[in-house]
């Protein structure tokens, strides 16, 4: 009887593939009448060319870059009035209106920015043009169009590649993120260039910056091993976040929002603009409440950003403080499959107060100092304090799992009760970056940079409850574990205009850790220990113009990864897992014309001691992971963005990949003789990697300040573990979403933005996430499934008011 869904699940995936094979292609061959040239050189006011200047035409895809010369050249442009627009960091863009009936010749003079600008802080560890790797950007008007209170990953979901899921199902609390297939503890986060991942679990956590979209001006999606960075390895992807750029007017903004399960935020901002041309003050204030799709799975946030800078012509320092404080009920546990389609919002936690409760605050001080034309210095310095606990009701749990004696009571020995249990983590992370730029405005850029940081982690539990107490008092520590991890990059790397058309970079770094833990010594005992590694990663490419409309990329790269607290303090020296190694290939090709733009990407991401879960109990009993020698993913990614007409916009992406481990064993517990089984496999797909994702956004504006937008997206099957068995494993889903979005610019107010969001309109029943545990039974194979269903039909509303 399963023959019929597995031909459906076969047929409406091969409908999604030649429906975004066709699109694809069709944007591709959208023909572009185009018949003038526009060329000219952009300089600065000292007379200095300026290469890599960005030319554009507004309301087009049509653009370009200045080469090492300061020159360039637009071919094909359409008759008729268009907006020309000149932008280089450092330098205040300029737009000319230009009536094009014939060829145009420019010479373009760019004025230097009266004070330095936020962006060249980041820039070293930013892609450029230049860089040729897979990366996308995304603006604050981006963000602004989908922030309704729903985390960063949600707000990121329709970019290429990634898979977004949340425990609550709702979008708010606990969300997670994958890029490639690769999950949160391989994808590299930093904030103003300065690391954000956990150290220790390598995770990161947006539940810890509740509203922290609000406070961002553009993220950069790095895909693969991509640029030298700060903090933890990239091993799949990075995600660059930059805080508000400098506003040099005065505002005010209030965004009130709310909907389906309660969801409601409200934030207010504000800003000084700058004063006496010197000093700027930035501030939000944020609280976000939700109820959550499953049951009692509420989020109450609350977070503030505040920064305040100074501003020199050449030189600023930024001080940003900013924190958020979360109270989530834990839907950690996820929902049987026994139960997926009787109660989806099941939720295995009823005691009233199994929540997660945290406090982050973070500190950056953030300086830029221009030393010369070419030459300019960038040093932040940051703390970040965590503290917070997880509350658990255990029912029946042994008294020697806690380091207590049984209790007795006249002839009667008690070995269980029930107890409630803290699990607390308290940590210190505090450290510096700095990157020393050089342009030579002409062949040459290069950064030299770096970053050291000192994680101080306190993790200890503590009884708070026993309904038989016995030799117990209240807030009992039944374990302390502190650890120290230290962390030290240094890198450098140059790009080199080798003829008018081609360009190469090299980039190298250099990654030391040293990382002391309570772990297992050879004789089993709990012991303090020390880990030290070293990483060498170079990276190398080109880029090569074949014309103003078209450039094709390659580059190699290679990235390395530490084991997590886990591998560590779960294992003896002996049993303990290597760290994993990356060697990842990119090549690319692009083409803008005024309607279209399209990219094609591909990679082959080739692993060695990649580490997975394979059921086997290592020498102290755990259920580590293991390094699997060989695995790989290979894969083409397609962007297109495409005018339809005057007031039709199609922006598509999709991914097409194959993931596989090329020998794989598993090991099944044997309930029936107490031993492991092995099971040996060959070329199965990598866990939680579907060979499809696609994504598209269909943007129709009928009239002025109104857009409606159709955003979807397609997920293709996920194994939940290496066996590609297909008992265990997430169903493709594809969502659709629709998006009315209304401004208006009142004499009062600089703009007043509605938003309407139906979510999941076709109600598709689907889970993002799941967990699964195989053994053996009285014979037979059994795997236990848990999964984490997201919300069917849902809708959110809200209003921005800026002053």
Request: aromatic share 12%; no cysteine; glycine share 8%.
């Amino acid at each position: 009887m399963k023959k019929p869904t597995i031909e459906l699940q076969y047929s409406r995936q091969q409908s999604v593939y030649l429906l975004l094979s066709t699109a694809l292609l069709w944007l591709v061959s959208l023909p572009a009448w185009a018949q003038y040239a526009i060329s000219g050189t952009v300089n600065d006011a000292e007379g200095g060319m300026l290469p890599g200047a960005a030319i554009t035409i507004e309301g087009t895809y049509k653009g370009t870059f200045t080469d090492a010369n300061g020159a360039f050249q637009l071919t094909n442009v359409k008759p008729g009035s268009v907006l020309l627009r000149v932008s280089l960091l450092g330098y205040e863009p300029q737009t000319q209106v230009l009536d094009v009936t014939q060829n145009k010749t420019l010479s373009v003079s760019l004025a230097r920015t009266a004070v330095a600008v936020d962006e060249v802080v980041v820039s070293a560890t930013r892609a450029n043009q230049k860089s040729a790797i897979a990366y996308t950007d995304v603006t604050r008007r981006d963000l602004n169009k989908l922030n309704l209170g729903q985390d960063i990953p949600q707000l990121l979901n329709f970019t290429p590649s990634i898979v977004t899921t949340s425990d609550a199902g709702a979008g708010v609390g606990y969300t997670g993120i994958r890029i490639r297939g690769s999950d949160a503890t391989r994808v590299n986060v930093t904030l103003n260039g300065i690391p954000y991942n956990d150290a220790e679990s390598q995770g990161t956590f947006f539940v810890n910056m509740p509203d922290f979209a609000s406070s961002v001006s553009s993220i950069q999606i790095q895909r693969g091993v991509g640029t030298s960075t700060n903090g933890a390895g990239a091993f799949g992807a990075s995600v660059n976040i930059q805080t508000n750029k400098l506003e040099e007017k005065p505002y005010a903004e209030v965004n009130l929002s709310g909907g389906s399960f309660g969801t409601r935020k409200v934030n207010v901002l504000a800003g000084t603009g700058l004063l006496s041309n010197h000093f700027v003050l930035d501030a939000r204030l944020s609280k976000i409440y939700s109820d959550g799709y499953v049951d009692r799975a509420f989020s109450d946030l609350r977070s503030f950003y505040i920064s305040g800078g100074y501003y020199t012509k050449k030189s600023f320092f930024r001080l940003n403080v900013f924190s958020g404080q979360e109270q989530t009920y834990q839907s950690w546990g996820g929902v049987p499959e026994n139960l997926l389609k009787t109660n989806r919002t099941y939720n295995v936690y009823t005691y009233d107060n199994e929540t997660d409760n945290y406090q982050q605050d973070n500190y950056q001080l953030i300086t830029s100092h221009e030393l010369s034309r070419n030459w300019r210095l960038n040093v932040s310095a940051f703390y970040t304090k965590g503290k917070g606990y997880y509350e658990q009701y255990r029912p029946n749990d042994r008294f020697s799992n806690y380091g207590l004696p049984n209790v007795v009571i006249g002839d009667s020995t008690i070995s269980r009760t029930d107890i409630i249990r803290r699990r607390w983590l308290s940590n210190d992370f505090y450290g510096a970056v700095f990157s020393l730029d050089y342009n030579s405005f002409g062949k040459l850029t290069a950064n030299i940079g770096g970053g050291w940081n000192n994680y101080q982690g306190a993790h200890y539990g503590e009884i708070i409850w026993a309904r038989v107490a016995g030799n117990t008092n209240i807030r009992d520590r039944y374990y302390s574990d502190d650890a120290t991890k230290r962390d030290f990059n240094l890198y450098a790397k140059a790009f080199y205009q080798i003829s008018k058309p081609l360009n190469a970079f090299v980039d190298v770094q250099v990654r030391t850790i040293d990382y002391s833990f309570l772990g297992f010594n050879s004789q089993l005992q709990n012991v303090q220990q020390d880990a030290k590694l070293t990483f060498f990663n170079p990276k190398a490419g080109f880029t090569y113009v074949l014309n103003d409309r078209s450039t094709a990329y390659a580059s190699v790269g290679v990235g390395q990864r530490e084991p997590n607290r886990d591998d560590y303090t779960q294992s003896t020296p002996e049993s303990r897992p290597k760290s994993e190694r990356l060697i990842d290939y990119e090549a690319g090709y692009k083409i803008q014309t005024s309607q279209v733009a399209f990219t094609v990407n591909a990679y082959y991401m080739n692993y060695r001691n990649q580490l997975v879960l394979s059921g086997q109990l290592n020498d102290v009993g755990a259920y580590n992971r293991v390094n699997i020698p060989i695995s790989y993913r290979a894969g083409l990614e397609l962007e297109a963005g495409a005018r339809l007409a005057k007031q039709l916009r199609w922006n598509v992406n999709a991914t097409f990949s194959r993931n596989r481990v090329k020998n794989f064993t598993e090991y099944l517990d044997n309930f029936d003789n107490g031993s492991q089984e092995r099971r040996t496999y060959s070329e199965t797909d990598i866990s939680f990697s579907p060979n499809i994702i696609a994504g598209s956004q269909l943007l129709f504006t009928p009239a002025k300040g109104l857009e409606l937008g159709l955003l979807s997206k397609y997920v293709g099957k996920q194994y939940m573990d290496n066996t590609s068995n297909e008992s265990r494993k997430l169903n493709p889903y594809f969502t659709n979403d629709i998006r009315i979005i209304y401004s208006i610019k009142p004499k009062f107010a600089q703009e007043i933005a509605f938003t309407l969001l139906f979510n999941n309109v076709l109600n598709e029943l689907y889970e993002s996430n799941g967990y699964t545990y195989a053994y053996i039974s009285e014979g037979k194979v059994t795997a236990d499934n848990g999964y984490y269903p997201q919300a069917g039909r849902n809708f959110l509303a809200g209003v921005r008011v800026r002053f």
